[in-house]
């Protein structure tokens, strides 16, 4: 079910109420209305309940709201609320969620899609799908995990695999894959399915080989869908999500890889999930999402 954007949640340090230069993001948002980017929440752990995780990303969305409202106002960026589930299937919510956010990707530079569990990336893909019929679509995800588990209906575990099974020309290029986090089937998946990857061992900073294989990777496709797990980046920086990485990735990493992507101009959608606030502490990963989600829509 669709939920319009809750305008109270955009609030923060108000210095100035007629002088734009000292204006910050809540001051700016619209609601309902277009704008540069398009901002739409899939506050849903569904996916994570039944991948078996901890519970609690149904509040991410609104937390990241929260900490985005305070920054200073770079962004043109409107707010179209929340998806929340309450079909008998979570495939039923990511078409209505996919249905809402073809529609803002033809209206915007950018929409961003604000988990919520991973299950996001294969409603993000089905919103790709349809707007962009001919084109080809790679998918670029910064992610401790594969998430291409085999199983008859979607979960946060599955997102990957679902795209790959439905098309047989399309490569996933994920980065940030821990071995500790991954089972050797879910590397055997990969290593037969068009995956490449890059360990999280390989990215203690952006070497020119790993920018080198994004160029490529890149340069192979006409449309990029991007999406970033929140549980690749170290738990130290991001204890609030439900699988929680050690020997994880720092926020520099993921702001330097999220940058050579996004300067690539073939990035309609960016999606962000498994931001858990149950979990959070002093809610530095809702900031940390919120900090990534800046930049990059700038
Ligand atoms: N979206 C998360 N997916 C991971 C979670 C791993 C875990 O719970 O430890 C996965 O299914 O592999
Ligand atoms: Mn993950
Ligand atoms: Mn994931």
């Known amino acids: 079910m669709h939920q319009e954007a809750d305008q109270t949640l955009w609030t923060g340090r ?7 230069a000292h204006f910050r993001q809540f001051q700016t948002v619209k609601f309902s209305r277009q704008a540069d980017v398009a901002w739409l929440g899939y506050a849903i752990d569904e996916g994570v309940r039944l991948n078996k995780g901890r519970m609690g990303a149904a509040a991410g969305p609104d937390a990241i709201r929260r900490a985005f409202a305070g920054l200073p106002a770079r962004v043109d960026v409107s707010d179209y609320g929340n998806v929340v589930h309450d079909h008998d ?3 039923e919510t990511q078409r209505e969620y996919a249905e809402i956010a073809a529609g803002l990707m033809k209206d915007s530079r950018l929409t961003l899609l604000v988990g919520g569990g991973h299950d996001i990336a294969y409603a ?12 080809k679509i790679g998918v670029i995800n910064i992610d401790a995990h594969f998430d291409n588990r085999e199983e008859v209906s979607p979960t946060s575990g599955t997102s990957f695999r679902y795209m790959l099974e ?5 490569r996933y290029f994920v980065l940030g894959i821990q071995e500790a986090g991954n089972t050797q089937a879910l590397f055997d998946y990969a290593a037969a399915n068009r ?8 990215l203690e900073h952006v070497s ?5 294989q994004l160029h490529e990777f890149i340069r192979a496709h006409d449309v990029i869908l991007f999406t970033i797990c929140m549980d690749v980046i170290d738990s130290a920086y991001a204890p609030g999500v439900s699988a929680s990485a050690v020997f994880g990735l720092t926020p520099q990493v993921v702001a330097r890889l999220s940058q050579i992507v996004m300067q690539s101009g073939k990035v309609p959608s960016v999606s962000i999930a498994e931001v858990n606030p149950a979990y959070d502490a ?4 809702a900031k940390l999402a919120a900090h990534l989600l800046y930049r990059i829509a700038q």
Do not use: F, G
């Open 14 to 20: 108000l210095d100035s109420e007629d002088v734009p």
């Open 89 to 91: 299937t979570l495939i």
């Open 124 to 135: 993000q893909y089905m919103a790709m799908k349809q707007v962009y019929k001919k084109q």
């Open 166 to 170: 439905e098309d047989d020309a399309l």
């Open 195 to 202: 995956t490449s990857y890059v360990l999280a061992d390989h």
């Open 208 to 212: 020119e080989d790993v920018e080198r």
């Open 282 to 285: 002093d809610n530095r990963t």
